[in-house]
């Protein structure tokens, strides 16, 4: 038998190897490379920005219907001013807390801070309604901190703040910690023999280095908070921002108030993106003086107070909420025969197991088309094939659906598809690449920006076909910040439920199960055992990705 | 047979001139050195032949093939980026197999090549190593090994000495004319470092503000400088600027700013009473028995050489570098008065520039 495999793999490497020799052919052509721009441009226009305006726009008649109703407008007004309040807090909250931790990552050389770098990514991968629900457990209905005296707050604007704080703080820290490593140590080393302190050199020398990085990481947290609608709910109370209004509204069953607070949120959140984008980069930092206090602020009892809170910070308020729910189901599920059941394939197991499969596919269906379309975009914006004006209005168009709360944009999918009858599984995988490709589109751009454009020349002139210097050059080359990419991108998959919710009411992805245990009475542990059991698949999942990905890359393909 | 031909090719970048209307021939197996000052349109030259820049008008012959608008990789033609660009997740043998897969060679004759080329660059023992384990002349060298491996017999080379220090620069430059001439390549040099062009090059191209100034062998360059420009960039100068008060046949006698004259040689095109600007050598300057006198300011050991810098009335600067031989001999005190002269044949005319002598030089 082996002898029948080893032909069978020979002639698949063979057939590969043909394909490959074909596209590298293909790539050659120009007409070839430019109708891949064009059908990148044409999937974005046509699948990704259009259907998540139009669905909207075609309703705006009746969005004017708010405006006659005085009760109505100041609710809704009311709920948009909270969604912007609320984000601007949480993104300055992020970045301030998230620095500290980002400093001791990048900077510190101590053991186990490579166990503090990897739980950074642990609440990733929690399902962001879980999370929700962690922290409405956590913060109010089960606190564990009643042993000393906290009984446990009521759900309302802290919880929400909580919450979204929790869920963007990673991504945030994520991005300080790329950008701080890949400033020089030499600048700081050159500031301190200069004769400034280090909270002086931080101050004048390294954080505005990182003016792009802390402004990208506003950008997105303020987006996230914005958008995020699902988890929301579960802890709201009775705070109710954008996102929740609309889902109240959509509840029930007006389309008006929805189409309103959704477009104005948009205007608003455009309008400030741009603002910072424009005047963030102005911004300066004063740097003339150097103030007595900052000496103080550097003496070493006080640096490592501020690691410690840093890091006291993000186990309490982020890692904490993050596994919260499944440690307190922990003893429940161990004392259960539940753990037997989950792979007997019966009952509510058989539906969770199918709904994983449902979420792993449409995961990498958005994960796959998302990379073949926006690498030809990223390619676009980058390397201005279209010029300079092209490109930075797809730059900016493709980071829109980022700030549109997502069950806003899975109802104006389902408005703009509903009609022509696809199935409810083409829906979902719609909802998930609008809500994905501005994610995939910055990574794309940041992974082309940081190769050199001499590493494309010199492949190209050696005789390189634009594919092959691409796969054999760029990838490897980049290939961290792709694989960082395409993990975002999957999991913010798997994790979505607003938008799937708001698109499809029969087809199930494993989080819009898991928040309807969470909800049903008497599935507490079944919803905990999954949670875990998700979470679980997800890390086997990304340790078996990291290391196909290592392995293959490295020799000339 | 790589013969390169570039017929009024333009290129603008924005409100930019990179490129204006330039037309250029280079024969097979020539080594050209491009020459010229930073944003004179070197680089963009150089990428155009080799495809990674299109032009906005003109065309490009490679071979007597029009290439203009093909891609690069079809050309035959490796560009060399100053900072050499090999690619960092490839050992140096790997980084000399890209090439070679990409132009369709066997696994077992990319190894036999990779080896032959290697043994050129004298890399061998270095092949598995990563480029950042490689020293600067090293990776220089290998990335020439990578260039050579694809055949390609134009040689497009940006700067590739500038990223390495003075000793090694020398020893390099001998290695590269070396293995043009084994290998009879043709290349082409971007550089604007005048020894290494005049060194290395069979014909030189001055280049500036986009566009060829002065094109030939580079003895031609030296001793027959076509411009103001020409003679400030290539080698050392200094400029007097005068009128001219006497044509007999072409001896003519210029009159400078403070009185004092000199003879040259010209053409017919000036005459008497026009303004006129000589350059001359500060090397082609003797120390004594001439029209000129001056007071000594400075003397500027310099090794193999002495640079000397006088002063006459007015304020007139005279640079004179005497040879090493000569300088040990005589006694050259500061504040001592020396006569100066300049034989005639030494002078080069040229009209006074529009933007003045000093606009025409500094705006290089």
Redesign the interface.
Known sequence: MPAVETRKTIGLKKVWSRIIARLDKLSEKKTVVYSLYFASIIFFLGIILLPSLLGILLKLDTAMSVLSDPELLKRSFSAIFSSVILASIVSVLDVVTGLPLAWVIARKKYRWLSIVDSLVDFPLIVPTVILGYSTLLLWCEETPFSIIGFNGISPGFITVLLLHFAFSYPVVVRILVGKLLDIEATYEVAARTLGACSFTTARTITIPMLKSGIIASLILSFARSLSETGATIMVAGSFENGPVFIKKSIDAGLVPPMVFVSLVLIVFSILILAGLRLFGFKLKIPFRKSYRIEAALSVERVTRLRDASAIIIFLFLVFLPACFMVLSRMHLMLSSSLLGEIFTLQGAWFTYWVSVLNSYVIGFLTTLINIVFTLPMATIIVRRKLGGLVSRTLEALSTTSIIMPSVALGVSLSLFWGTTGVSDFILVLLAHLCITYPYMVSTMVSVLEDIPVELEEAGRTLGGTPFKVFRSIVLPVAKYSFLSGVILTFTRSVNETGATLAVSKTFKTVSVLLVEWVKAPGMKVEAGAGTMVLMLLSIILLVIFRYIYTKGGGGVA | MPKVVLEKVSKKFGRITALNEINLMLEDGEYSCILGPTGSGKTTLL?II???VEPDSGDVYIDGRRVTGT?????????????Y??????TVS?NI???L???GFSEEDARRKVSEVLEIVRLREWADAYPRELSGGMQQRAALA??LA?G?RLL?LDEPLGALDARLRLEVRRELSRIAEELNLTVVHVTHDQSEALSLADRLILMRNGKIVQAGPPEEVYFKPNSIFSAYFVGESIFLEGIIRSVNGRNVTLELKNGMAIEALSDDSFNMGELAVAAVRCEDIEVGGGPLTGSLKEVNFLGSFAKLVFELPRGLKIIVNIPLSRFIKEEFRIGASFQLSIPREKVHLFKPPSKGLAGEIEAV
């Open positions: 990428k080799a495809g990674l891609p690069a990789e079809t050309r035959n033609a490796v560009y060399m980026h100053q900072n660009a090999l690619f960092p997740h490839l790997q197999i890209f090439g897969t990409a132009r990578r260039c694809t390609a497009l």
